[in-house]
């Protein structure tokens, strides 16, 4: 009787698990999920300042975060479900729609709202001006990616041909770019942060123009994650949301210093200074967006840029792709 007693309790341990397994496994931290993030950089300070004062957690998350190192890799790991929600520039959710997947990536939420690489060249140039890089070699990134395609945007804005009057070094990985640099490679390179500061602080490159600057308001990075996923998990994303908007706020209404002493855990490599420094260039330049919320007119100036850069023949209506519930939500409306 003992025995069959020890046994039911064991079963109904055993339900209990598995009624809590699924797409994010709860336990007393709260409810488990991965984040996969296209690149770690304090391009995404709100998202840092989420994890690191607990937001996520207030909000009964328990957030692993992985970095992809490109957004087809992102994509990939959210596709083959070894990620829940995605990070990334958007127009990877529009790629893999017009591909035919059937459970397709959503947008749910938007994070920054320029782009946040910096072009970086050999030499200091405090005079640069883009018709500088007539005849040049700069690594920019894959094809088809969103700072590929922003930089070739900038280019054309500036008169500049980017078939015919740079060369366009796209066979360097996003997580070598600087490295290559460092060794030999291109006239300029295309670097986020902090990347483009270690390359000053290094002598081997100086920052000469912002492509954040440059290229104006531009829906550069969003969350996505599967149709299904949210369908079974809504409450998770709203959460997650929730989340984010905190810190979102959080970035609003502190400066520089304190953003940069809350992220500090996140880029142990760099000193607290230079993290200052890269925040307070990020802020000044409008970077951080003040709410998720991925607005129609962000989406479709996204697809011009992607038509632009030949890379979109057919368009995908907002209302398939992004879902601004739980982000009008989350602000309380």
Partial sequence: MKQKRIFALFL????????????????????????????????????????????????????????????????????????????????????????GNEDYAINFAQ????????????????????????????????????????????LKKNGLDPEKDVTLIQNVDFANTAGAFAGGTGDYTVEFEPNATSLEQQGTGYVVASLGIESGYVPYTAYCAKKSYI?????????????????????????????????????????????TSIVTRYAEQDTYKDNPVFSEESFALLQDILKEAGELSNPVDYSVLVNTDFANKAMGQ
């Fill in 111 to 154: 994070l920054t709202q320029r782009a946040g690489n910096f072009l970086v060249g050999r030499e200091e140039n405090n005079q640069f001006q883009w018709s500088d890089l007539q005849g040049k070699e700069l690594i920019g990134g894959r094809k088809g990616g969103m700072p590929e395609m922003i930089l070739e945007y900038v």
């Fill in 231 to 275: 369908e079974k998990n809504p409450d998770i994303i709203q959460h997650f949301t929730n989340a984010i908007y905190k810190g979102q706020q959080y970035v609003q209404s502190h400066s520089p210093a304190e953003i940069a002493k809350v992220i500090k855990p996140q880029f142990p490599e760099t000193d607290l200074d230079t993290l």
């Fill in 12 to 99: 109904s341990a055993t339900l209990s698990l598995t009624l809590l397994a699924g797409c994010g496994k709860k336990q007393g931290s709260g409810t488990q999920i991965t984040l996969n993030e296209v690149a770690h950089s304090i391009f995404y300070a709100p998202q840092y300042v989420a994890y690191e004062l607990g937001y996520f957690k207030e909000e009964g998350l328990d957030v692993k975060i992985e970095t992809g190192f490109g957004a087809d890799k992102t994509m990939t790991a959210l596709i083959s479900g070894d990620a829940d929600i995605g990070f990334m520039g958007s127009e990877a959710s529009i790629y893999q729609y017009n591909e």
